[in-house]
């Protein structure tokens, strides 16, 4: 679909002039990070959306030890890669049911935590790490941080190439890293005197997995090297093909150098490669769930990234701060131009991600649904539409399982599993009873509608938007007097007792929302309304509030009466901000929001996803100078970023939402949305301090 890019400067006192497009190569360019010392906040990776590698300031992954305790891990990815420990007990997801009764029903959730069959649950299947590239001397021992000497590092995004210079004993090494944008194949170029003399080589080491009693970060584990296998199917001067293998769980590996290779197997699961001859070593290194064909080789590889990523960055939407007066413009644009790079090397896989990305694990490595709005909206909002398409393709396929759920708990239509596999089987906890997560495939297939507004787009979602819709009026119960959500519950606001949860405002504003957008479907698609969606729609409780203010819920509206109901995420100031506004009066948002800022309480539960939600509310209120205020607040924890762009937040050193949200927000303020002020770039102050031009994006519903 071709689409209309608008182009626009604010210039002093708010006046918009047309311009030349955004030089999006100096734009991006100038931004590229640069080392010249080791950083472990700061390894830089290279992937595809699929498959991800992250190197050290080596430009591979010599130190593991020192980036993991000090700073970021580092680690190889893809997003199909899973193992299951065995299941002897046959244990399933009823048996961590726990009863819950409300408005004359019994329902079984699985939110038991404790026991061995929970536990089971919660942790399996899990993602499993491929394998570890480092540098070694030529004696087989391994370096120390303080050996690596004279550091130029620099991540060329416009190009996805990582290259790496220093010195190793007085003697230069230069390290070329890239990924195939359409291969899960890392492509490296290593030049020293110190291959050609024997006192360099390069390690690869296969990891039995993780250890997996550690929920966030986990440690690669090196133990029981009997546990798992691995099988050398070919090798020869050019190739070492390996097959990994663990309980049910295989992938395959191959490394090609079409100038030859010396390879020794020092240890299981390990082998030290070296050039044939020469100070140059070229190769490729492959990975699959099955067979490998034909490998590339660096070259070609190299030739395919520097191809592949300018047409990315020409792609879709850009924004350019340049001559804005505000001393935190820059730092906002390179947060920008950062998160974009972040989250396309770690965001387009076959299932939705993880919230570290590629680059460390948490939760297992499974997916949060809630998150989804989160993690791929942006993508749409930016004119690149694709990755979200694929994350709905993975909805598309558990359609089946969800409606299952649904089924399991007394409900029409699809109920969308919360902490997930691949698979689609929800895991243990109070995960089950969260509900926000349910129209986000909605709202998410509305943006795609905006961005090509055909019958082919409403063909391919309207089972998920309808389905979706089934579930969440047949959620909705009649208390006498209107449609009341819940309990049980876990709203946004994670700190409220689930079994006695109703009503909460931010879920409330989306339901009427989401039923609303199925109706517009229905209509598009020249279908009447449904009358059971329309009745609970018009009949839905208001949002709650408490002496002129928005509270988290009806049933505790006490989120102003005391401290500690006042920190997480003070969620229903996304009924007006990610959401339209259904049921929400603007002046007691206007209040609410206020008292957020001046009186949550940030230090002892804040989120990196928070401050660009908080952000896009106050753009909302037509607020624009809080809005860029709290997207750049520093009084606050996990608002930072790194000079690798990531947003480390309390106990995750890798919080990609943190990121994706940030592209939301400034999309919205820049591109602006449904009944947004008619001026340009109407989030930015219009103070002449702030010179935003912006191209390519799509308005927020």
């Not at 491929?130 to 004279?150: H, V």
Request: proline share 8%.
């Amino acid at each position: 679909m071709k689409r209309a890019i608008a182009l626009i400067t604010l210039v002093v006192g708010g006046a918009a002039l047309a311009a030349a497009p955004i030089d999006r190569q100096a734009l991006v360019e100038r931004h590229n990070p640069r080392l010249a010392a080791i950083d472990p906040w700061a390894p830089f990776s290279v992937g595809n959306g699929q498959f991800c590698f992250t190197a050290d300031v080596t430009g591979l992954q010599t130190f593991p030890a020192h980036y993991g305790a000090k700073g970021i891990a580092l680690e190889t990815q893809a997003r199909w890669s899973w193992h299951e420990d065995p299941n002897p007990q046959g244990y399933k997801l009823s048996d961590a049911n726990r009863d819950y009764q409300a408005h004359g029903q019994t329902v079984a959730y699985p939110t038991i935590m404790e026991g061995a069959a929970a536990t089971w649950l919660r942790t399996n299947p899990h993602v499993w790490p491929l394998g570890q590239l480092g540098l070694r001397r030529g004696d087989g021992s391994a370096l120390a941080p303080e050996d690596i000497r004279n550091i130029d590092q620099t991540l060329d995004m416009w190009k996805g190439v990582l290259t790496s210079r220093y010195t190793i004993d007085g003697q230069a090494v230069s390290v070329m890293t890239t990924v195939s944008p359409g291969r899960d194949t890392l492509a490296v170029r290593i030049s020293s005197p110190l291959l050609a003399n024997g006192k360099l080589l390069v390690r690869l080491a296969l990891p039995r997995g993780y250890d997996m009693g550690v929920k966030y970060n986990p440690p690669l584990d090196w133990s029981e090297p009997a546990s798992h296998s691995t099988r050398v199917t070919v090798q020869n001067l050019h190739t070492l093909a390996l097959e990994h293998t663990r309980d049910a769980a295989r992938y395959s590996a191959v490394l090609y150098s079409s100038q030859g290779m010396a390879i020794t197997t020092p240890e299981p699961h390990a082998f030290h490669l070296a050039p044939a001859k020469g100070q140059t070593l070229d190769f490729t290194l492959s990975y699959a769930p099955g067979r490998i064909g034909k490998t590339a080789d660096t070259a070609t590889v190299l030739a395919q990234s520097a191809a592949h990523w300018p047409a990315f960055w020409r792609s879709g939407a850009a924004m350019d701060f340049t001559g804005s007066s505000d001393p935190r413009a820059a730092e906002l644009e390179r947060r920008v131009v950062l998160s974009q790079y972040l989250t396309a090397i770690q965001f387009g896989g076959d299932f939705p991600p993880q919230e570290s990305g590629l680059t460390t694990t948490t939760w297992y490595g499974k997916n949060h649904t809630e998150m989804i709005w989160w993690h791929t909206a942006h993508f749409a909002l930016w004119g690149r539409p694709q990755q979200l398409e694929n994350a709905l393709r993975w909805y598309q396929k558990m359609l089946p399982v969800a409606r299952e759920i649904a089924a399991s708990r007394g409900l029409t239509g699809a109920r969308w599993p919360k902490m997930t596999s691949p698979q689609g089987r929800e895991s243990p906890g109070g995960n089950p009873l969260i509900v926000w997560n349910q129209p986000h495939v909605i709202h998410l297939a509305e943006l795609l509608y905006r961005g090509a507004p055909d019958q082919q787009t409403l063909e391919r979602y309207r089972e998920l938007v309808f389905a979706t819709a089934d579930t969440m009026a047949s959620m909705l119960h009649w208390d006498g007097q209107r449609y009341v959500l819940g309990p049980p519950l876990w709203i946004a606001q994670e700190i409220y007792d689930q079994s006695t949860s109703m009503n909460p405002g931010y879920e409330l504003s989306y339901w009427a929302t989401g039923l609303a957008l199925a109706q517009q479907w229905r209509a598009r698609l020249g279908l009447p309304p449904d009358a059971d969606w329309e009745k609970k729609r018009l009949q839905l409780s208001a949002l709650p509030q408490k002496d002129g203010k928005y509270v988290a819920l009806e049933s505790t509206p006490d989120t102003w009466d005391k401290p500690a109901s006042r920190h997480d995420h003070p969620s229903f100031l996304m009924a007006l901000g990610q959401l339209p506004g259904a049921g929400v009066d603007r002046a007691v948002m206007r209040r609410t929001l206020d008292a957020v800022l001046a009186d949550w309480d940030f230090k002892a539960k804040i989120w990196g996803w928070d401050y660009p939600m908080i952000a896009m509310t106050a753009a909302r209120l037509d607020a624009p100078q809080q809005a860029v205020d709290v997207l750049l607040k520093t009084d606050g924890p996990n608002n930072g970023y790194t000079v690798a762009g990531h947003n480390p937040n309390t106990d995750l050193p890798v919080y990609l939402p943190g990121n994706s949200a940030l592209l939301a927000a400034v999309a919205m303020m820049a591109g602006g949305w449904d009944g947004a002020p008619q001026r340009p770039t109407p989030g930015f102050p219009q103070d002449g301090r702030w010179v935003v031009r912006a191209e390519g994006f799509q308005p927020l519903p």
